[in-house]
């Protein structure tokens, strides 16, 4: 049987609300006073006569931490604390016992105990030891949110030191936190659905769904079912009944992927569905409100298919509460050696390569290409060269790419230009700085200046 006391914890914060601590012992003496004396330092203390009764109480609402006594009937402190562990709880606890010696404590550390204490034991000991054990837990939970946010920001990451980059990673800074639908437009493999994940991830919708629709992708006799969702039985085929990717992404953001791909028909039953916030599954005839925010990516300029006829005016402009537009690889200077040089790394540290060297003639050759495919084409080729499976192509035998042509000092003078204004946009036009990364003298960055038309 259980005897849940909870006691009442001293005043705290309201910010800071009180540690739950479970406290379990056969004793119901002692377990009363143990108990007000938790209570009294603060926490929020439930006490149990059973280990059973406190395994089942974690399993619904996990405390901050556990003091158990070791031995009780039936399961014991040791047995509990296996079992805690076993369900995947990660509560720290605090063994108690009255029959304390070395081969107790053994097995009381290897079952995953944080501490023990032989009774009788020193009140103040007893609090000094509970605090360290919360603080160690605080600390250890935010080192798992920070390792979690590190590898989401890695799987999603903006880079770039260059002013063009900043302006668009303060652009989703300004917009992520408004609940406003966006169009993001730019070229194949700029990095549009990064912008998109970076828009939900910073906004207050950020542990809502995330659902993205390759809108090129969808096959148009379903298109409608899975947008929108179908009733049991709809259509042949159509099985139990499915909402759709809008009713999916309920509290959270939609992504849609391509949006200028989208069948005409298709888009006027969206527009309606953004207007009201509501979508009526195929087969039913009722509204189910919904509560998203959209994001749309487009390669084409949406505005140039509206006035072509190509796109709905009305659903362009119920998309586009803002705009954001990607720069082309090619337009961001130094950022494609520091894009190339992540790449490389992260492909050799995934398949146990030494990080693989970025020297002075790669990178000529990484600012000479014009990289029609982006990012996209610049991260290929940064993992095939971490993997050594095939040099990195000269511009004149890209696929695609115009010979370089012209003399040897105009392609020279060319390089020159394109590292010097590299070098500025890195270092946000400090000649000082800039100077010193080129090797040179401040005058002779001026003149060069000068010469390639750089000073603006």
Known sequence: MTAPATTPAA?????????????????????????????AAGYRATAFTDAESALQAARATPPDAVITDLRMPGMDGLALTSALGEAGLAVPVIMLTGHGDVAHAVRAMRAGAEDFLEKPYDAAHLLAVLARTLRAKAAQSELTRLQALVQAQEAHRLLGESSGMERLRARIAALAPLDVDVV??????????L??????DQSPRAA????AVNCAALPEAMVESLMFGHADGAFPGAGAAK????EAAHGGTLVLDEVEAMAPAVQAKLLRALQERQVERLGENRLRSVDIRVIATSKADL?????????????????????????????????????????????????????????????????????PGNVRELKAAAEAHALGLAPLAQPSETPGAAPAGGSLPDRVAAFEAREIRAALERFRGNTDLAAKALGLPRRTLNDKMNRYGLRD
């Open 243 to 246: 909402p759709g990717k809008i």
């Open 195 to 200: 912008v998109a994940r970076a828009l939900h």
């Open 184 to 193: 993001v437009t730019g070229e194949t493999g700029t990095g549009k659905e």
């Open 208 to 211: 809502a769904p995330y659902v």
């Open 303 to 371: 505005a140039t298919l509206v006035r072509q006829g190509d796109f709905r005016a009305d659903l362009y402009w119920r998309l586009a509460g803002a705009t954001v537009e990607t720069e082309p690889l090619r337009a961001m200077g130094h950022d494609i050696v520091l894009i190339f040089t992540h790449y490389a790394q992260l492909a050799a540290r995934r398949y146990g390569r030494p990080d693989p060297e970025v020297g002075f003639s790669l990178r000529k050759s990484l600012l000479a290409r014009p990289w």
């Open 11 to 39: 005043t705290t914060p309201a910010a800071a609300p009180p540690a739950a601590v479970f406290v379990v012992d056969d004793d119901a003496d002692h377990l009363a006073a143990l108990a007000d004396l938790i209570g």
